[in-house]
C-alpha cells in the first residue's frame, strides 16, 4: 500500500495561482497517479492523470489552466494550478494506481491508494 500526503493547498484570490505536491512513500515509477477534488455536496472528480511514462490527461473542466507532473526521482507528483476560479474550491486529493500502462484515466475507481487531501479555497 502507497501512504501519499499532499501539501501547497491554502487560500487564494481568483485570477491567481497554487502548486499542489504529493509525496509518495515508496518509488512510484511503476504507477499511475491522478489528482482529484470533492466539493461539498458533489460527487468526487478527476482533475488530472500521469502515467507512469509522462503522458497525461485532464478533465474537461480544467480548460489548459492545469499542469500536472511528477519527478520519479522524488516520488512526488505536482499540481500546477493557474487561473483559479472559485469553482475550483475543493478539497484535493492525489491518488495511485499500479499501472505500466501506457496511458492513464482520470477516474477515480480505478485508483487504490489515496491521500488525506489539501483544502484549496477560492475567493472572488
Known amino acids: 500500500q502507497v501512504q501519499l500526503v499532499e501539501s501547497g493547498g491554502g487560500s487564494v484570490q481568483s485570477g491567481g495561482s497554487l502548486r499542489l505536491s504529493c509525496t509518495a512513500s515508496i518509488s512510484f515509477n511503476s504507477y499511475s497517479m491522478g489528482w482529484f477534488r470533492q466539493a461539498p455536496g458533489k460527487e468526487r472528480e478527476g482533475v488530472a492523470c500521469?502515467?507512469?511514462?509522462?503522458?497525461?490527461r485532464y478533465g474537461e473542466f480544467v480548460k489548459g489552466r492545469f499542469t500536472i507532473s511528477r519527478d520519479n526521482a522524488k516520488n512526488t507528483l505536482y499540481l500546477q494550478m493557474d487561473s483559479l476560479k472559485p469553482d475550483d474550491t475543493a478539497m484535493y486529493y492525489c491518488?495511485?494506481?499500479?499501472?505500466?500502462?501506457?496511458?492513464?484515466?482520470?477516474?477515480?475507481?480505478?485508483?487504490?491508494?489515496w491521500g488525506q487531501g489539501t483544502q484549496v479555497t477560492v475567493s472572488s
Open positions: 500521469i502515467a507512469h511514462a509522462g503522458n497525461t
Open positions: 491518488a495511485a494506481r499500479r499501472s505500466d500502462a501506457y496511458l492513464c484515466f482520470p477516474e477515480a475507481p480505478m485508483f487504490g491508494d
